[in-house]
């Protein structure tokens, strides 16, 4: 009569955990849908400065040149330009959702550290 409670057992046991698993496998996760482009806007910044134009924008400080250069299809965007004391020049955005990408360059010709800012969102 032993074996035949536990041969039940093991039966119950092997049930529950099959129902556990398969409960799990149905779970889908809610995606928010939010990628992260981090590093695309840094890859977009780094390429400007790679064909030798985002330096001596950013030290003349013309922060529109450098939003008018960056492609982000599907994307909003505008750049700030910031020097080491936080100070910083162009646009700034209430949105919710906004992705920002940073880029330091030490400066166009003599060292003038700035970190340049592009904030994208949808």
Same mark, same amino acid.
Not at 6 to 33: C, D, N, P, Y
Not at 48 to 71: C, F, T
């Given at each position: ?48 400065? !790679? ?6 924008? /950013?030290?003349? *400080?013309? +922060? ?5 250069? $960056?492609? &982000? ?24 959702? !906004? ?6 360059? /030490?400066?166009? *010709?003599? +060292? ?5 800012? $592009?904030? &994208?969102?949808?």
């Amino acid at each position: 009569m032993k074996g035949v409670w536990r041969m039940v057992e093991s039966v119950i046991a092997v049930i529950i955990v099959m129902s556990f698993l398969m409960a799990a496998g149905s779970v889908q996760f809610a995606r928010t849908g939010a990628e992260d482009v981090t590093p695309v806007g840094y890859e977009k910044l780094r390429d400007l400065d !790679v064909r030798g134009e985002l330096r001596p924008l /950013a030290s003349a *400080g013309d +922060y529109g040149a450098i939003n008018s250069m $960056l492609e &982000m299809p599907g994307y909003s965007h505008f750049v700030q330009i910031c020097n080491p004391g936080g100070e910083c020049s162009g646009n700034y955005t209430e949105y919710k959702n !906004v992705v920002v990408s940073m880029y330091i360059i /030490a400066g166009h *010709g003599s +060292y003038d550290p700035l970190e340049i800012r $592009l904030y &994208m969102w949808r």
